[in-house]
Nanobody, 124 residues
Framework: QVQLVESGGGLVQTGGSLRLSCAASGRTFSNYALGWFRQAPGKEREFVGRINRSGGSTYYADSVKGRFTIARDNAKNTVYLQMNSLKPEDTAVYYC?????????????????WGQGTQVTVSS
């Protein structure tokens, strides 16, 4: 079992930045790839990006590529989502999720563990 807790959400103006954190506890953190997802009201949960176990490889959705960066610190059992040049359409609840699979996964149902989410609101 892996417990995930997100933090760092808030209200920011268009063009601003936020850094989300996701702290993990439980099983060995470095055994899991971590993904970030988001869900806006009335919409399905959407893949944002993913980082592999070591932190050496990342993959992003086209909608955030070049603006968002995922990093992890396995010594601190934490994964980060740095969000720059934020847009109103980035407004959503952001979730981190963990999977033991090594392949790149963009489907939420294939992730085993989830955090409770943190709200990000970008004002225009």
């Amino acid at each position: 079992q892996v417990q995930l807790v997100e933090s760092g959400g808030g209200l920011v103006q268009t063009g601003g930045s936020l850094r989300l954190s996701c702290a993990a506890s439980g099983r060995t953190f470095s055994n899991y790839a971590l993904g970030w997802f988001r869900q806006a009201p009335g919409k399905e949960r959407e893949f944002v990006g993913r980082i592999n176990r070591s932190g050496g490889s990342t993959y992003y959705a086209d909608s955030v590529k070049g603006r968002f960066t995922i990093a992890r610190d396995n010594a601190k059992n934490t994964v980060y989502l740095q969000m720059n040049s934020l847009k109103p359409e980035d407004t959503a609840v952001y979730y981190c999720a963990a999977t033991g699979k090594v392949v790149v996964l963009t489907t939420p149902s294939l992730y085993n563990y989830w955090g409770q989410g943190t709200q990000v609101t970008v004002s225009s």
